[in-house]
């Protein structure tokens, strides 16, 4: 059992940077991968970003990358988003996600039926 919790959220101007924070108890292990979603208003959660604990694999949505930085800190089990030069359309409520998932079938992790534990998700509000 996997619990997650996310922080970091807020309002920031367009051009601003924002870094999310995901801390994870029950000490996922490499059989995990850690994804960032988000969902704005009227749309469908859609993929940001994945990781696999404890390796070098990371995955971005092709819209994300660039601007877009997940990394993870093991020793205190928390999953970072680092986001720059937000732009407006970049509101949304951001949640994040484990699922245990062996495959490194990169098209696997976007897939949010895949994600079995979810955060409560942390609110995004970009302004112009």
């Known amino acids: 059992q996997v619990q997650l919790a996310e922080s970091g959220g807020g309002l920031v101007q367009a051009g601003a940077s924002l870094r999310l924070s995901c801390a994870a108890s029950?000490?996922?292990?490499?059989?995990?991968?850690m994804g960032w979603f988000r969902e704005a208003p009227g749309k469908e959660r859609e993929f940001v970003a994945a990781?696999?604990?404890?390796?070098?694999?990371?995955y971005y949505a092709e819209s994300m990358k660039g601007r877009f930085t997940i990394s993870r800190d093991n020793a205190k089990n928390t999953v970072v988003l680092q986001m720059d030069s937000l732009k407006p359309e970049d509101t949304a409520v951001y949640y994040c996600?484990?699922?245990?998932?062996?495959?490194?079938?990169?098209?696997?992790?976007?897939?949010?039926?895949?994600?079995?534990?979810w955060g409560q998700g942390t609110q995004v509000t970009v302004s112009s």
């Open positions: 990781l696999r604990w404890s390796r070098s694999s990371v």
């Open positions: 996600a484990a699922a245990r998932l062996w495959s490194d079938r990169f098209y696997l992790w976007s897939d949010l039926r895949k994600y079995d534990y």
């Open positions: 029950g000490r996922p292990d490499s059989t995990y991968i």
